[in-house]
C-alpha cells in the first residue's frame, strides 16, 4: 500500500513534443506529492509539487495533473528541449509520516 | 531551499574498511535523511537523522552497518561499515525545507559515488 508505480521506464520525445509521466498510489493518506529531476552524476532536484486539494498545478514548463478518485498524478513537460533529458521520480509522502515513498523512476530523452 | 553539500563527491574503497560521509546544510533543519540510490535504480531511504535523538532505520538497515551521527541542525554524518563491493552506490543527505516553510519541502545534496573494490 506504500508503493508508488510510475510508468513508462524510459521515454523517448521530439524536441518540441509533450512528454508524459504517469504514477499512481494506493495510500489514501498521501498528501503531498513532489516530481523530482536527476541528471547523471547529480542528486535529485525537487522540480514541482502538488497537494490533493487542487487538480492541477504550472510551473514554467511543467504541468503536474492530479486526480484523487483515480488515485493518479502525472507530469507533463511543454515544449521541450534536449535539456530536459535525465530521470524524473515521482513521491509520495503522507502528513504524518516524513518519509518520501518514490517511483521507480523514468528516463527521459528529448531528441531534436 | 536548503543548500546542502556532501564529503567526500566520490570515493574507491577496499573491501571490509569504513567510510564515513559527511552532509552540511547551509540552514538549521529539523529532519535530515539518508539514502541510497544503486546504479540506474530508485532511491531507498536508509535512516532518519534527527538532532539529540537516534537514527530511525528502515527495514533491511541496521545501525552496525550504518551508524548515524547528528550532533547539531546542520550536520550529519553516515558511516558505511566493513564495505563489501554490493555496497557500491551512491549515498544521498537530504533535507526537510528550513524550518517553518510550508510543505516540508525535502531537498538532495549532490551525493557521494562509492565504489567498493
Known amino acids: 500500500q506504500q508503493q508508488v508505480k510510475q510508468s513508462p521506464q524510459s521515454l523517448i520525445v521530439q524536441k518540441g513534443g509533450i512528454p508524459i509521466i504517469n504514477c499512481a498510489y494506493e495510500?489514501?493518506?498521501?498528501?503531498?506529492f513532489p516530481w523530482y529531476q536527476q541528471f547523471p552524476g547529480k542528486g535529485p532536484a525537487l522540480l514541482i509539487a502538488?497537494?490533493?486539494?487542487?487538480s492541477e498545478k504550472k510551473e514554467g514548463r511543467f504541468t503536474i495533473s492530479f486526480n484523487k478518485s483515480a488515485k493518479q498524478f502525472s507530469l507533463h513537460i511543454m515544449d521541450s528541449q534536449p535539456g530536459d533529458s535525465a530521470t524524473y521520480f515521482c513521491?509520495?509522502?503522507?502528513?504524518?509520516?516524513?518519509?518520501?515513498?518514490f517511483g521507480t523512476g523514468t528516463r527521459l530523452t528529448i531528441i531534436p | 531551499s536548503a543548500v546542502i553539500s556532501q564529503k567526500p563527491s566520490r570515493d574507491i574503497c577496499q573491501r571490509g574498511t569504513s567510510l564515513t560521509i559527511q552532509c552540511q546544510v547551509d540552514?538549521?533543519?529539523?529532519?535530515m535523511f539518508w539514502y541510497r540510490q544503486q546504479p540506474g535504480q530508485s532511491l531507498t531511504l536508509i535512516a532518519t537523522?534527527?538532532?539529540?535523538?537516534?537514527?530511525?532505520?528502515e527495514s533491511g538497515f541496521v545501525i552496525d552497518k550504518f551508524p548515524i551521527s547528528r550532533p547539531n541542525l546542520t550536520f550529519s554524518t553516515l558511516t558505511v561499515s566493513n564495505m563489501s563491493p554490493e555496497d557500491s552506490s551512491i549515498y544521498l543527505c537530504?533535507?526537510?525545507?528550513?524550518?517553518?516553510?510550508?510543505?516540508?519541502?525535502?531537498?538532495f545534496g549532490p551525493g557521494t559515488r562509492l565504489t567498493v573494490l
Open positions: 537530504s533535507v526537510e525545507g528550513k524550518r517553518g516553510a510550508p510543505y516540508n519541502e525535502q531537498f
Open positions: 495510500n489514501t493518506a498521501f498528501d503531498y
Open positions: 502538488i497537494r490533493p486539494d487542487v
Open positions: 513521491a509520495a509522502r503522507s502528513g504524518g509520516n516524513e518519509k518520501l515513498t
Open positions: 540552514s538549521q533543519v529539523t529532519m
Open positions: 537523522a534527527n538532532q539529540g535523538s537516534e537514527a530511525t532505520y
